[in-house]
């Protein structure tokens, strides 16, 4: 199923048509779709696609050649002598034709053969800039990506035509895998899985979200009851230290210190270690937007959706799965917890949604930034959160989200009005999202006020 990559997938058609040489790079992290997507844009085009692994760099030699050959249906042949005569053979049959040619997990190659960036780069300056080749670098370590290939150290800096940072899909483009879901489910399924393809495409519609969850995240033989612990031991050497800091990140400890605290570790080496994980876009760090009395602490979230339902209800909680229990995780553990753990993703979807708004011009102003907000409280001497904030120069939109079982009341928008008093804007706009709706006493306030804007759930359908 390929959802939600049309504006790559069209970009990607737009470079091939310009009948010249490229050199893209496409990197994000693992099951994100880089494959899918350079497949799907390699369909019915002469194409050369070749996947990297963890073999020495003979053995990768030998690979490429084979699969040349095949290719051009050249039989008798031995291997090519070296990578400067692949590449080389690679060129002159794209000298008047075009030709793709993808190596995917590129940063294997470059880990066997440091040299690789630095022959692509006398090659394309000298050789390869004169051809009709399309080269599509592809890696998932995005750390390696951005550095070795990207950065301005790199030997191959400035060298590229176009990059794509293939991120996970957003909850509107996640929802089409779920069309017969309700909105209610659809919300929860990104919860809980995230804009990852692979893992949206392992849910079965046909049963609600929590058999889903038993069915593909608790049982042991399933592809999900492990794959947080797969990935890190593909890209980490110490991925014990690794589990731990995201297991406390999950439970609700964001802060260096707090992490520090629960793990016993000094806060320097915790960071360092935070910044391996921002490498691997598992964990991303969240600044308070610089409006008001700022608080200088940012805070760490688990950036992916699944790794971070993973570790907050089934990485210390494997003990029911391996005794055959996990029924009783679901009922005891997951669903009594499930509410709360909505929050933070409702407050997600609800700024995506209001970014949609932004674009359509649909909003009272169009704002320039948008994000979180945490800070100081002079006059009542404690520090305030605000989910959502939307501002330009003048105008500031302040946004409350409740995935509450009951009707959001005035007391909400009453306390998020008095939030606003610490903002210093020519306009101020108050926005709440309910899972559920509103009180008539809120209603009737917003139909009156030219400012007070009120979203349910149900507003979610109107995106395309």
Request: proline share 3%; with cysteine; hydrophobic share 40%.
């Amino acid at each position: 199923m390929f959802v939600g990559r049309e504006k790559e997938i069209n970009a990607l058609e737009e470079l091939y048509k310009e009948d010249r040489f490229q050199f893209v790079v496409v990197y994000g992290r693992r099951r994100v779709g880089k494959t899918t997507l350079l497949s799907k844009f390699c369909e019915g085009k002469p194409s050369l696609f070749f996947t990297a692994d963890e073999s020495i760099d003979s053995i990768s030699l030998e690979r490429f050649s084979k699969m040349i050959f095949s290719h051009y249906a050249l039989s008798g042949l031995s291997n090519f002598n070296s990578w400067e005569d692949a590449f080389t053979f690679v060129g002159q049959k794209a000298r008047n034709d075009k030709l793709i040619l993808v190596i995917d997990e590129f940063q294997y190659l470059v880990n066997a053969n440091r040299s690789i960036p630095s022959l692509l780069q006398r090659l394309i300056d000298h050789q390869l800039i004169d051809t009709k080749l399309f080269i599509v670098l592809c890696g998932s370590y995005v750390s390696f990506m951005e550095e070795e290939v990207l950065g301005y150290k790199s030997p191959l800096y400035g060298r590229r035509t176009a990059q794509f940072e293939i991120v996970p899909l957003d909850f509107f483009n996640s929802r089409k895998f779920f069309p017969r879901y309700d909105l209610q489910s659809q919300v929860m399924t990104y919860g809980i899985l995230g804009g990852t393809p692979q893992y949206l495409s392992m849910f079965d519609e046909s049963v609600d979200v929590y058999e889903n969850v038993e069915r593909k995240c608790l049982q042991k033989m399933s592809h999900l009851y492990e794959e947080p612990i797969f990935l890190l031991h593909q890209e980490l050497r110490e991925p014990s230290t690794y589990n731990s800091i995201l297991s406390a990140i999950a439970q609700g400890n964001t802060r260096v210190n707090k992490i520090s605290t629960r793990l016993k570790m000094e806060s320097a080496k915790v960071s360092r270690y935070i910044d391996i994980l921002m490498g691997l876009k598992i964990v991303e760090q969240v600044k308070p937007e610089p409006i008001g009395r700022t608080s200088r602490e940012s805070i760490f979230k688990i950036k992916d959706n699944f790794f971070r339902f993973w570790y907050r209800f089934i990485f210390e909680n494997k003990g029911f799965v391996e005794q055959g229990m996990e029924h009783l995780l679901l009922e005891n553990v997951i669903k009594p917890s499930m509410n709360e753990y909505m929050g933070q993703v409702f407050e997600d979807v609800s700024l995506q949604f209001l970014r949609w708004m932004n674009v359509q011009d649909k909003l009272p102003f169009t704002f320039k930034m948008s994000g979180k907000w945490w800070g100081n409280n002079p006059l009542k001497k404690r520090e305030e959160e605000i989910d959502i904030v939307a501002y330009d120069e003048e105008n500031i939109l302040l946004g409350e989200c409740k995935w509450w079982n009951e009707l959001v009341d005035i007391s909400v928008l009453n306390a998020l009005m008095e939030k606003g008093t610490l903002f210093n804007f020519k306009s101020k706009y108050y926005v709440l999202f309910s899972r559920v709706g509103f009180t008539q006493k809120v209603l009737e306030l917003a139909k009156a006020s030219d400012n007070v804007l009120l979203f349910t759930m149900q507003d979610f359908s109107y995106v395309e």
